[in-house]
């Protein structure tokens, strides 16, 4: 029997770790500028980082990161290093005739270019004293602004990874101004998971799927643990259908997918925004025709970090997210390879499409790792032409885990369009 080919193997290696036992790369991101350049951004962390020279940021006490820049102009293939910055988690990004990239080292921070990313000037920070998180998801224009997502951490009192205590935060700017430039920024009203959402309350679907309620995590597995459910890694989308049940005619309600911790998998979070009259934005959970709350919808891939773009040429939204495959496996018999509990499994990247980002149909695997450590995972995408460019968070068997990779990868999907049916 025929079997699925991945759509995008073999892939080209664009950064690969010198150590990697100590050094990992993370947070890939990519855009197209309308010249056809490609713009790729990616940070480096773990103990090594400590040692290397240059500018670089403390994410937590002894823990270093820093971020670069790099350019292509042939499509891809090769791939020049451009500027290194002292934050994470960082997204590239255009906006009238500048080229930005946006992370976080704790509070905010952006850097900006005006030659096509080839010089950038020094970093800006937009807040202060606050504590921010995110990874590279997408951005949205409308209406002469740009819209993205960065998440804020509400409180701190979770015991270990603290995604219940995250507000996924609406920013819209105007897409003429300066965006080194707090002033130049509207934020939304945060609403974090905590306090939007009782866990102890949640019955019927197996949410939380392991016995964590917050702040305390479960760690009756010995070398495992499972945080208190929450959610992360935002992206931003508009309904652009007049028949969708959620589409909003005046173009003022942006809705918020983003990943859900539950200890189960295909599972994503919505919430939405609506732009008031005096041009506030307020965040809140979406309702059902049926007067419910909606927190959780089913999503492929939703158990971790993934990407959305909306493509005007077909008016399809297309997803890059990772396709479980055995969630339901005991944690005390998973391999050792295998990084936390059954939910986070890291080795296949799938792509699919949607019409009204709910129903979703599956268009190929990307590709697909060999084991546990050949991790495909944290993906971010750019459209070139006919083309779909996915940048990766990869590992061989040389990566320190699943999570601790060595490798950022670039994988081409051809003809990207011809996979709808």
Known sequence: MPRVTPLAAPCQVVYSSPDPVTIYPGSPGICRLDSGRLIMT???????????????????????????????????????????????HARPFVAGQSLYVLGHAGDLAVIRSDDGGTTWGEPSYLTTGQAWHQAPANVWYAGGCVYLVMERRCHFRARGWPVSELAPVLMRARIDDDLTQAAS????????????????????????????????????????????????????????????????????TFHLFARAHTGRTNLACIAKVVQQEDDS?????????????????PFPGGQMKFHILYDETDRLYWLVSTQATDSMTRPDRLAATRYLMADNERRRLALHFSKNCIDWCFAGLVDAGEGD????????????????????RSGDERAASPHDVNLVTLHCVRGFRDLVY
């Open 42 to 88: 990616y940070d480096l962390r773990g103990p090594g980082v400590a040692d290397m020279p240059g500018v670089k940021c403390e994410q937590r006490q002894g823990a270093f990161t820093f971020g670069n820049v790099l350019t292509s102009d042939d499509g891809g293939r090769t791939w020049q290093h451009r500027t290194r910055f002292p934050f994470q």
């Open 185 to 252: 920024w509207t934020f939304a009203s945060e609403l974090s998971f905590v306090d939007a959402v009782t866990d102890r309350d949640l019955n019927y679907f197996g949410v939380p799927f392991y016995p964590a309620t917050y702040p305390e995590p479960y760690r009756d597995i010995p070398k495992r643990s499972f945080a208190p459910i929450g959610w992360l890694e935002t992206n931003v989308v508009q309904i652009t259908d007049p028949d969708h049940l959620w589409y909003d005619p005046a173009g003022m």
């Open 281 to 297: 934005m307020q965040t809140m959970l979406e309702t059902a025709p049926s007067g419910r709350k909606m927190l959780y919808v």
């Open 373 to 392: 450590l050949h991790s495909r995972h944290y993906a971010s995408m750019a459209f070139d032409g006919d083309d779909l460019l996915v940048l990766s």
